[in-house]
């Protein structure tokens, strides 16, 4: 009797103190091809590919993922993540994911969205006042990059700013030279920096600044997703990095994201290349420095830019939309507030908007799966600064993600390659 209530309170221990991460089921398991109904010997053509633009030196290097029902069937590494101390790709390296970051900020947004927190046609200056009284540049004087303003119709909203319509420019890439001089001089920070600031001062500064047009008028490209990020703080009374931690990246269990690395993972951050001569340098230092996930004052967190990811990580990010918003019993989105931010916005918007983009990423439509080599209609894709591009088609439940870390490099061709031959590997 004594000896069976022992092995009773052995038991109940081992039971409280197991470590609660063992009992989650493995996050984008691994499985053969041909189980998730994609031939290997065509994804093979993946490795060719990429092994001949390694050779070529059309790319350093790379990490590509493909994933089909929910487990992952193809993960390689390729060429070198520096060739200057001659590293090699490792699959779990770390890049640099820049506008990759917007769609996780537009998910915190809906997040709290869901919360009741805000409604999507809420003017932003009701949550950031600085935002009140839109203006639009009227002239512009580029001797001293002084200008005066006039009224905007009407003013900037949340959805808005998640579909790329505020009239909000992007400084030093935006495509009016104009704007970027406007921004110089107004000491905007468009993208990542060592230095020591906070997106709230920044996004206080930047919403002094006229737009380019009346907004919801035409899609431009813009820093609104880094507005959304110190709105993220407004709302949710926390940090923005400690908001994507413990409610997105925490409890999907994407332990390799986010905006400044840890010592114990610098030697796994690929390092930034461009070519000189035919030859992989290290890239220079711009208008910013290419280690700040690493160095500085690590306090700027880029909502639209900042995150540094791995492969995996990101397809487990993108498994939970495919998912309807849950992942491995942890639901983040409810199936209807997906079903919302992959549907194309604009036409919403303005019916004179040529533009295909919903509350979080861009699409594929009709015509773009048409044309061929995009995947099925619904399609949600997106790419970053360094390189870096993905797209998730919930039609064939398909992940692909294909990581580089390049800059001013014209002869790269294996964003679209990628693509076709991912998508020419289906075979069920």
Not at 2 to 31: R, S, V, W
Not at 385 to 391: G, K, L, R
Request: net charge neutral; proline share 4%.
């Amino acid at each position: 009797m004594k000896k069976g209530f022992l092995i009773f309170l052995l038991a109940l221990c081992t039971a409280c103190f197991k470590d609660p991460k063992a009992e989650k089921p493995q996050t984008l398991p691994e499985a053969s091809a041909s189980s998730e109904g994609m031939l290997e010997a065509r994804l093979n053509r993946i490795d060719t590919m990429l092994l001949q633009a390694v050779k070529s030196n059309k790319i350093p290097g790379a990490v590509a993922l493909v994933a089909r029902h929910g487990k992952i069937v193809y993960h390689k590494a390729f060429g070198m993540a520096n060739n200057a101390t001659n590293e090699t790709m490792q699959l779990d390296h770390i890049f640099r994911i820049a506008s990759q970051t917007k769609a996780i900020t537009s998910t915190a947004v809906m997040m709290l969205w869901e919360e009741g927190k805000f409604q999507l046609d809420d003017p932003i200056s009701k949550y950031i006042p600085e935002f009140a009284n839109a203006q639009l540049l009227d002239t512009f004087n580029p001797q001293d990059s002084t200008y005066t303003t006039k009224p905007a119709t009407n003013q900037i909203t949340i959805r808005h700013l998640l579909t790329h319509t505020s009239g909000i420019g992007y400084g030093v890439i935006d495509g009016d030279e104009q704007f970027r001089k406007l921004y110089a001089k107004a000491g905007i920070i468009d993208l990542f920096t060592t230095k020591n600031v906070t997106i709230a001062n920044n996004i206080k500064k930047l919403a002094k600044l006229p737009l380019h047009h009346n907004p919801g008028e035409k899609f431009t490209y813009s820093e609104g997703l880094d507005v959304l990020g110190y709105f993220v703080e407004v709302v949710s009374k926390m940090p923005f990095d400690a908001f994507l931690r413990t409610r997105i990246f925490q409890p999907l269990g994407m332990h390799d994201t986010q905006f400044y690395l840890p010592e114990s993972k610098y030697n796994r951050l690929v390092t930034v290349q461009t070519k000189e001569n035919n030859v992989w340098i290290n890239y220079p230092v711009t208008f910013y420095d290419t280690n700040y996930p690493k160095t500085g004052a690590k306090r700027f967190f880029s909502g639209g830019a900042g995150l540094t990811s791995t492969a995996k990580d990101y397809a487990t990010f993108l498994q939970m939309y495919l998912n309807g918003g849950e992942l491995n019993g942890v639901r983040l989105l409810s199936r209807t507030t997906v079903e919302t931010i992959l549907t194309n916005q604009i036409p919403y918007i303005s019916k004179e908007i040529p533009a295909v983009h919903g509350l979080a990423f861009g699409l594929v439509d009709a015509k773009k799966h048409d044309l061929g080599g995009s995947g099925s209609k619904g399609t949600f894709e997106w790419g970053g600064y360094f390189n870096t591009q993905y797209y998730a088609d919930p039609d064939e439940e398909l992940i692909a993600v294909l990581l580089k870390q390049t800059q001013k490099v014209s002869d790269d061709d294996t964003a679209w390659k990628f693509r076709v031959l991912v998508n020419a590997a289906i075979a069920d």
